[in-house]
């Protein structure tokens, strides 16, 4: 058994696709289905069920993965060690962001980071909180920048901002010629939320709690921009966070709230079992200067 035996089990694991995870590991179809066939040979049962039409795996594969996985991420921990020990701020790293963010984000963090941290090659990635948490616990990713709470023993975290929630309407809404607004204003409306999977949508649902609002039910948004393109159209009223917003708009009026202002807190995550807290914590810094 292998380091490489143990990347092939996992990505045949995570793909259930025998073609899908040779692509995903470098190599041919007919070599990973080999060394998946000895590595069943030596642990002298089966991983996977193969057919036809899906790759099913086995309960003896149910119960080695998160040991495969453990070996992966402490192989992945020694040549971080040993990169840091001449090098202690270069190599590759992974930073996730989810969707609702990641737009109105990246372009002011990309070029500081880059900067301040010149032998680093950053590699971004933007994908749904749920799906970021299990790459960072995993150890596909080294950070994650998400929307507190998160909940998870593993992960420590460093808050980078705060960021409020704007009301955004058409100009010939009721609402849209104050200037501020308090949660009472709401109540009784309908707001345009996100989709099912985005925490922006979680967010904004505590907001529709404690202002006695619901949700549209004719229409649910993918991102932010459809979210806004069907308020311009004066299909309804949404919340946007303050990175979101955009200056002189024609249709469409952004207002703030009042204190107590609803927001969503912002933080940098890594594995408390990961050995890069220098970068970690620069990173962070480097983000937070950003957001001042």
Do not use: W
Not at 48 to 73: C, D, H, M, W
Not at 102 to 121: C, D, M, Q
Not at 216 to 233: H, W
Request: hydrophobic letters at 40%; aromatic letters at 8%; one cysteine or more.
């Amino acid at each position: 058994m292998n380091i490489r035996d143990i990347e092939y089990f996992l990505a045949v694991s995570e793909t259930r696709h025998f073609g899908q995870a040779a692509a995903q590991v470098h190599v041919s179809q007919p070599t990973l289905s080999m060394q998946i066939k000895k590595l069943e040979e030596e642990l002298g049962a089966p991983l996977f069920e193969r057919s036809n039409k899906e790759v099913l795996i086995t309960e003896l594969g149910q119960k080695l993965l998160p040991y495969a996985r453990q070996i992966l991420l402490s192989v992945q921990t020694m040549r971080d060690l040993g990169a840091q020990a001449t090098e202690p701020l270069s190599g590759d790293i992974h930073l996730g962001i989810f969707p609702s963010l990641a737009p109105y984000l990246l372009g002011g963090i990309v070029t500081p980071l880059r900067r301040n941290f010149s032998k680093i090659r950053f590699y971004f990635h933007e994908k749904q909180s749920e799906d970021l948490l299990s790459e960072l616990i995993t150890g596909k990713i080294d950070f994650a920048i998400l929307a507190l709470p998160i909940d998870d023993d593993s992960l420590s975290s460093i808050h980078l901002f705060d960021e409020p929630f704007y009301l955004s309407a058409p100009r010939k809404h009721r609402l849209a010629k104050k200037k501020s607004l308090s949660y009472k204003d709401l109540h009784g409306e309908e707001l345009l939320l996100l989709e099912d999977g985005h925490c922006f949508r979680e967010q904004a649902l505590d907001v529709c709690h404690l202002a006695n609002a619901t949700e549209s039910p004719n229409f649910m948004g993918t991102s932010i921009e459809t979210l806004r393109s069907m308020v311009a159209a004066g299909t309804g009223i949404t919340l946007l966070p303050k990175l979101a917003l955009k200056g002189n708009q024609k249709n469409i009026v952004s207002i703030p709230f009042r204190a107590p202002t609803p927001k969503r807190s912002i933080a940098l995550f890594q594995r408390k079992t990961s050995h890069r807290e220098e970068l970690f914590t620069g990173i962070a810094e480097v983000i937070q200067k950003q957001m001042v």
